[in-house]
C-alpha cells in the first residue's frame, strides 16, 4: 500500500486560473435573512459560550489564547472531541475538519495513544527534565520514515523548530550579512526574523508590529512559485550573492498557508537546485505537510533532500511539544544540549522539549498512522469531499474554488488571502473579502462543521465515507444561502 494520501497532483494552471477569476469577480455572499438567521442560531443555541468567552476578555485578550479559535461572530468553547467530532459547552456537534490545526491524523482523542499516555502518567507523570526512552524511540521512529533526517532535536512548536533552523543556518554558513529568503504569503510561525510576508505576498513587514526594524533586516520574501520572474528567487539569490549571500531559503513544500497557493509539482526540485548552485541550505517547513500528506511527508513524495526540516503537529500527535528540527548530522549537532563552552554552536532549549508523554504520543501516533494505513485515508476523505464539494458549487453556479492535496481541502469562497497587494484596486476588498470568508465560517458552524477560519479543512483517518457525504449536504445547505446572478 501507499506511503501517499495525494491520489493526484493538482493541476496548479487550473486551479489558479480559478482563483484569479475568483478575486476579479464580484462576491457571493450570503443573502441577508440567511446571515441573520446563522447570527440568531448563535445567539440561541451558543449562549454558554459567548457568556464564557465574554467573561475571558477581561484576562485574556480577544477571550481566547489560540489565533484558531478567533471564529466570527464569537468563539466557541469546546467542551469534548472525539475522532471526526467535537461538541461545544452548550451541547452542539460538530464534523471537526479542524483537527486541532492538524495534529490529530488518527481523529481526536485516539483511544489507544490515549490508553498509552495513561499508562505514562501513572509510572513517570508528563515530564521530569531528564532523558527518557521515548525521546529515542520516537526518533527512530520519524528517521525510519525519512531518512533524510540524521539528526533530530525536539522543540516545543513549529515556531521554536522555525527559530532553530534559521540559527543553525546562520552558524552554517557563517555570514553575518547573508539572507535568510522565505516565500511570500507562508506562515513560519512568529518569531521576530519571520513575521515577514504573512498570509498575502508583498507585505513584508506589514504585520511586523512591536518587532524592531533590524530583526527584519535581513528577512526577504519571493513570490510563490516564482523561479525566474524579475522578482524570482533566482534573481533574488543572484543579487544576494554580490551583498552578503544567503544563509537558506524557507520554504513550504505545498506553498503558502499549506498551499493556499499552490506551487507546480516541479518548484522544490528548482529550489533544491539553486540552493546548491548558490551554496545556500534548503529548509522545508513541514510542520503540516510531515506526516499528513504520508509517512514520509513532501521530502519523501517529491523525492528531494532538504538540509533541515521543521516538524510540528503531527510528531506529538495532538500532545503538547509540536516542535522539531531535523537534517544533515553536521547541521543538526550544532545544536547539542548542554554547556559547550566556546565550541561553535546554535543554542536551542526548552524545559518541556522531548517530554516524555508527546514524545510517547508521539510514537504511538506515528504506529497507528503507519497500521491503519491513515494517510491514504484521509487523503481518499479529502478527495471525496473535494469532488463533492465541486459538484454543489457547479449545480449552484457558483464560482467558490475547491481542491484538496491530499487530506488538506482548500474551499475558497472569498479569495481575500489571492489578493494581489500591489494592485491599488485590491486594497479596498481586503475588509468586505475577510467578512465574507468569516460569514461562511459561521454559517459551516450553524451546520454542525467546524473548519480552518471557514476556508480549509483537515481531514482525518476519522472520516469515514458516511461523514464525508454528511458533510457534503450540510455545505450544500449553506452554498444554497448565498446570494445568486
Known amino acids: 500500500m501507499s506511503d501517499y494520501g495525494i491520489s493526484s497532483y493538482p493541476d496548479v494552471d487550473v486551479i ?34 459567548k457568556s464564557m468567552t465574554d467573561e475571558a476578555k477581561a484576562i485574556i485578550p480577544g477571550g481566547v489564547e489560540h489565533n484558531l479559535a478567533f471564529n466570527y461572530p464569537f468563539p466557541l468553547a469546546i467542551a469534548k472531541a472525539d475522532g471526526a467530532y467535537m461538541w461545544d459547552i452548550d451541547g452542539n456537534q460538530y464534523i471537526d475538519f479542524l483537527q486541532a490545526g492538524g495534529p490529530t491524523m488518527l481523529g ?50 513549529g515556531t521554536e523548530a522555525d527559530m532553530a533552523a534559521l540559527r543553525v543556518a546562520r552558524t552554517y554558513i557563517n555570514k553575518p550579512k547573508a539572507k535568510i529568503v522565505k516565500m511570500g504569503g507562508a506562515y513560519h510561525g512568529w518569531s521576530d526574523q519571520l513575521v515577514y510576508g504573512l498570509h498575502v505576498p508583498g507585505t513584508g513587514t506589514l504585520e511586523a508590529h512591536g518587532i524592531p526594524k533590524g530583526c527584519t533586516d535581513l528577512t526577504q520574501e519571493f513570490p510563490p512559485d516564482d523561479i525566474e520572474g524579475r522578482k524570482g528567487l533566482r534573481a533574488l539569490l543572484a543579487k544576494n550573492e554580490e551583498k552578503g549571500g544567503t544563509a537558506a531559503v524557507l520554504i513550504e513544500p505545498l506553498g503558502p498557508e499549506s498551499g493556499t497557493r499552490p506551487l507546480h509539482q516541479d518548484f522544490n526540485q528548482q529550489v533544491r537546485e539553486l540552493c546548491d548552485q548558490y551554496g545556500c541550505l534548503l529548509i522545508f517547513d513541514e510542520v503540516v505537510t510531515g506526516f499528513r500528506i504520508g509517512m514520509g511527508g513532501a521530502q519523501g513524495y517529491f523525492n528531494i533532500k532538504p538540509d533541515l ?117 485590491a486594497i479596498p476588498q481586503v475588509d468586505p473579502r475577510k467578512h465574507l470568508m468569516e460569514e461562511m465560517g459561521a454559517a459551516y458552524e450553524m451546520e454542525g462543521i467546524i473548519t480552518i477560519g ?12 458516511e461523514i464525508i457525504d454528511d458533510a457534503i449536504e450540510r455545505f450544500d445547505r449553506v452554498f444554497a444561502k448565498a446570494e445568486s446572478l
Open 454 to 465: 471557514g476556508s480549509r479543512v483537515y481531514n482525518s483517518l476519522a472520516d469515514t465515507d
Open 309 to 425: 526540516t521543521v516538524f510540528g503537529k503531527v510528531i506529538a500527535g495532538g500532545y503538547p511539544m509540536a516542535g522539531g528540527i531535523g537534517g544533515r548530522a553536521d547541521l543538526i549537532s550544532l545544536c547539542a544540549a548542554g554547556v559547550e563552552g566556546t565550541k561553535k554552536r546554535a543554542y536551542v532549549g526548552g524545559t518541556l522539549s522531548a517530554n516524555p508523554l508527546s514524545c510517547l504520543a508521539g510514537y504511538y501516533t506515528l504506529q497507528e498512522m503507519e497500521r491503519t494505513d491513515a494517510c491514504v485515508k484521509a487523503g481518499q476523505a479529502g478527495d471525496r469531499l473535494a469532488k463533492g464539494l465541486n459538484d454543489v458549487v457547479e449545480k449552484r453556479s457558483l464560482p467558490y474554488v475547491i481542491y484538496n492535496t491530499g487530506s488538506i481541502c482548500h474551499v475558497e469562497t472569498s479569495g481575500v488571502m489571492l489578493l494581489d497587494i500591489m494592485d491599488p484596486n
Open 16 to 49: 489558479n486560473a480559478k482563483l484569479h477569476d475568483l478575486v476579479q469577480a464580484p462576491m457571493f455572499p450570503l443573502r441577508r435573512d440567511a446571515l441573520e438567521e446563522v447570527l440568531n442560531w448563535f445567539d440561541t443555541k451558543c449562549a454558554t459560550s
Open 108 to 157: 481526536s482523542n485516539y483511544p489507544f495513544v490515549r490508553e498509552k499516555v495513561i499508562e505514562l502518567l501513572q509510572e513517570c507523570g508528563p515530564v521530569t527534565g531528564l532523558f527518557h526512552e521515548y525521546e529515542l524511540k520516537l526518533a527512530k521512529e520519524i528517521q525510519r520514515h525519512m531518512p533524510n533526517i540524521e539528526m533530530i532535536r525536539f522543540l516545543g512548536s
